[in-house]
């Protein structure tokens, strides 16, 4: 059975914090730890797998899984928050689920990929009202980033162009993950890309970074 919680809970060391928005203190349950597990519902702190793992292993683990993530939204969720991004773990401990890993997508292992690169220098930008394109000059690597208005937007659809043609890629966020309202997806592999265009409904910035 799979549970949508609307907050992202990391635990550990008898003390909790919800990842999407960290203490004023910037102080995240005394510092992050070194491991951090991410999942979905076999993952839940009631099941105690993080407990498990935390004895097992004679260290501090911290949990950021929420259920109904299926396979990668949880993994997805703790790239772009702000947790990771001032303190990444030496150890990242990925549980996936026996069920619901049917609906895996290229674009997902993209969406990860370009996560947790990080920001990356911008080459070219647009804006636009249901979608935006922009041309880059020959790009073998590097990520598409877009950013959505409508934080009900779920999906964003995200051509890339190169010299082997033209792919199609369909970028989702979980219900869980509307709030980010950004969506990301790795260029590396896809030829010498020369032009990057992005659809979704309402206003979007899309940014091509190396």
Same mark, same amino acid.
Do not use: C
């Given at each position: 059975?799979? /549970?949508?919680?609307?907050?992202?809970?990391?635990?550990?060391?008898?003390?909790? *914090?919800?990842?999407?928005?960290?203490? *004023? %203190?910037?102080?995240?349950?005394?510092?992050?730890?070194?491991?951090?597990?991410?999942?979905? !519902?076999? !993952?839940?702190? %009631?099941?105690?797998?993080? &407990?498990?793992?935390?004895?097992?292993?004679?260290?501090?683990?911290?949990?950021?899984?929420?259920?109904?993530?299926?396979?990668?939204?949880?993994?997805?969720?703790?790239?772009?928050?702000? +947790?990771?991004?001032?303190?990444?773990?030496?150890?990242?401990?990925?549980?996936?689920?026996?069920?619901?890993?049917?609906?895996?997508?290229? %674009?997902?292992?993209?969406?990860?990929?370009?996560?947790?690169?990080?920001? &990356?220098?911008?080459?070219?930008?647009?804006?636009?009202?249901?979608?935006?394109?922009?041309?880059?000059?020959?790009? $073998?690597?590097?990520?598409?980033? /877009?950013?959505?208005?409508?934080? +009900?937007?779920?999906?964003?659809?995200?051509?890339? $162009?190169?010299?082997?043609?033209?792919?199609?890629?369909?970028?989702?966020? !979980?219900?869980?993950?509307?709030?980010?309202?950004?969506?990301?997806?790795?260029?590396?592999?896809?030829?010498? /890309?020369?032009? /990057?265009?992005? *659809?979704?409904?309402? $206003?979007?910035?899309?940014?091509?970074?190396?």
């Amino acid at each position: 059975m799979a /549970v949508i919680f609307k907050t992202l809970n990391v635990q550990g060391s008898g003390n909790s *914090a919800d990842l999407i928005k960290l203490q *004023a %203190s910037g102080d995240l349950l005394g510092g992050a730890a070194d491991t951090v597990l991410v999942g979905a !519902s076999s !993952s839940l702190p %009631s099941l105690n797998y993080a &407990g498990f793992l935390q004895t097992e292993l004679s260290r501090r683990i911290d949990n950021v899984s929420f259920g109904g993530a299926g396979v990668f939204s949880s993994l997805k969720d703790y790239l772009l928050d702000e +947790a990771y991004a001032l303190s990444k773990p030496g150890t990242l401990i990925w549980q996936i689920p026996l069920l619901g890993g049917d609906d895996t997508a290229e %674009s997902d292992l993209r969406f990860v990929t370009a996560a947790a690169r990080g920001a &990356g220098a911008e080459v070219s930008r647009a804006s636009g009202a249901g979608s935006a394109r922009v041309t880059v000059p020959g790009l $073998t690597a590097g990520a598409a980033r /877009v950013r959505v208005s409508d934080p +009900a937007t779920r999906t964003v659809t995200i051509k890339v $162009t190169s010299d082997r043609g033209t792919r199609e890629f369909r970028v989702t966020n !979980s219900e869980r993950m509307t709030h980010r309202q950004e969506f990301l997806l790795d260029l590396s592999g896809l030829g010498t /890309v020369t032009a /990057v265009e992005a *659809a979704a409904t309402g $206003t979007l910035d899309l940014n091509v970074v190396k």
